[in-house]
């Protein structure tokens, strides 16, 4: 020990950062952090610190300072102060803490070492794991970020309570002793918080680790309509929930645990991106609407239920876009041989009679009921002339492709949405044997919403009470004068009114007039034979 109460320092080697501040000048210990934390060299070599006045020669000046004034008695006091004063002018105050560690009764050289060490030791072990869901893990290390701390500022403010640092401002002795007071009677604590990081390799990893997770949403689609299928008739493609990384908020949680010098894991979680569309929402707009069902009569040949066949070919599968309308002839073509039709009875004003194509007013009369059902709106409809086996008066459609006296039937979306189309000739759950026309038309869910018909006879028309006589030219049913046949009784005829009524869970909301059908009254028919019996 040196006069002054100071270890020696001249010639020799200095271990770690061992410079203090010194009485008469305001100096930083140098090379507060050392070069290279990970292995603990510190730079060594030779100080020589300004020399600080002795205890000695203070004692000394004060003590004359008592001569000359005189006054022994303050001269006792500020010896005692001295006293006071003495033990803490090499060491750290009690209550001064840096970084957590207790300074109190540490020279500086101790306190130096104590918080540098603990600064290599907390950076060596210092880690922040990027732990995902799947266990996999990445670590950040203070090596990884080149963190450096530097305790200087620290270390000076804890050496400057209760020591004189300044050579420009000069603390009295009575000052220093009312610094050791308040430095007893309250912690007085200090922190290297100071680093340096470079942040951009964080940025780097959680842009990779982002790129890694990001999965984009997908919505899902409609792939096909498949008409044949009376369970299932649409396909989807899956929505996919896509994910994404906040690297933003994981990167303020790294910060904070640099800044608390905290050791720990951070859950790297993705966060879902949902998709605007999903199969949920498109099977509201894929739904059975309607469906109506006409019977096919068992005397019906097999050439006219071809033709129904054929007929619900061409509209089976037909998709109908919002506002666009479906017309039957249109769709279903001429009716002819080359087009793929048969020749079979077909009505033509009340009279049965051969025609290609006989059968495809079943098949118009099934998609005008089922369009109407499922909300559509009418445009072009006939009735026929006179009431047909497979429905009610009021609820059918006939159609014609004869030029001069075509008629069609035709129907307008106004749904909302597409509306798709699956017709069928099938056979009877209930009967083996008889067969009947399917409709079912698809689009967006009515909900609790549903359409019914409903007919309503205005007016019966009598028929003439004369017969019609028609001469059997062809001999079709006789064949002299003397002989006649009645080929169809008298019948009365109808004025019906259709209407489309609109329910909610079954309460009606509205009753809307569609048609009037009128089916004329019938004379008796009797064919009559041409040719003289010899």
């Known amino acids: 020990m040196n006069n002054n109460g100071y270890p020696p320092y001249q010639n020799q080697p200095v271990q770690g950062n061992q410079q203090r501040p010194y009485a008469q000048q305001n100096i930083r210990p140098q090379n507060d952090f050392p070069n290279g934390f990970q292995n603990g060299n510190y730079p060594s070599g030779d100080f020589k610190p300004k020399k600080k006045r002795s205890f ?40 001064v803490t840096v970084d957590g560690i207790d300074l109190g009764g540490m020279t500086w050289d101790e306190g130096n070492t104590a918080v540098r060490s603990q600064i290599i ?15 996999s893990y990445k670590d950040i290390t203070a090596e990884t970020l080149n963190i450096s701390r530097d305790p200087s500022d620290a270390l000076e403010a804890a050496w400057a309570i209760g020591h004189d640092t300044s050579a420009t401002t000069r603390k009295t002795i009575f000052e220093l002793q009312n610094e050791i007071i308040a430095a007893n009677a309250d912690v007085k604590s200090f922190s290297s918080v100071e680093y340096n990081a470079d942040t951009s390799v964080i940025d780097n990893i959680l842009s990779a680790l982002a790129r890694a997770a990001y999965v984009e949403p997908q919505d899902a689609k409609m792939l096909s309509f498949n008409p044949e299928s009376t369970t299932e008739p649409f396909t989807f493609q899956e929505e996919v929930v896509g994910r994404t990384l906040d690297a933003e908020a994981i990167k303020e949680k790294i910060i904070g645990m640099i800044d608390s010098f905290e050791s720990g894991e951070v859950l790297i979680e993705t966060t879902a991106l949902y998709p605007k569309t999903t199969v949920a929402d ?3 707009y894929y739904t059975l609407r309607s469906r109506a069902v006409t019977p096919i009569d068992t005397s019906s040949t097999d050439a006219r239920n071809e033709n129904i066949r054929i007929a619900f070919e061409k509209l089976n599968g037909q998709i109908i876009n919002e506002g666009a309308k479906l017309s039957f002839n249109g769709v279903v073509g001429k009716r002819s041989q080359t087009n793929g039709f048969l020749r079979a009875y077909e009505y033509n004003y009340g009279d049965l009679v051969w025609g290609i194509g006989g059968g495809v007013c079943q098949a118009s009369t099934t998609v005008y009921l089922a369009a109407l059902k499922a909300g559509m709106t009418l445009g072009d409809h006939t009735a026929h002339s006179q009431k047909v086996s497979y429905t009610d008066l009021g609820l059918d459609a006939t159609v014609s492709d004869t030029n001069g006296a075509e008629k069609d039937m035709s129907v307008r979306n106004n749904t909302g949405g597409q509306i798709f189309i699956a017709a069928h000739v099938i056979t009877d759950p209930a009967n083996r044997k008889r067969l009947l026309c399917e409709v079912r038309i698809y689009g967006l869910d009515l909900g609790d919403i549903s359409y019914d018909l409903e007919t309503e006879i205005v007016e019966v028309l009598q028929p003439p009470s004369d017969p019609v006589y028609i001469d059997d030219k062809e001999a079709k049913y006789v064949t002299f004068t003397d002989e006649f046949k009645i080929v169809s009784q008298a019948a009365e005829g109808y004025v019906v009114d259709t209407y489309l009524v609109k329910l909610q869970n079954g309460v009606q909301l509205s009753r809307e007039k569609l048609t009037r059908s009128t089916y004329p009254a019938r004379s008796q028919k009797i064919y009559v034979g041409v040719a003289t019996r010899y």
């Open 56 to 95: 000695t020669w203070q004692l000394t000046k004060f003590l004359l300072v008592l001569i000359l004034v005189g006054a022994a008695g303050v001269g006792i006091y500020v010896g005692k102060t001295y006293l006071d004063v003495a033990p803490y002018t090499s060491v750290f105050l009690d209550g």
């Open 121 to 135: 030791n907390k950076l060596s072990s210092w880690y922040v794991r990027l732990k995902s869901t799947n266990g």
């Open 282 to 284: 498109l099977e509201k």
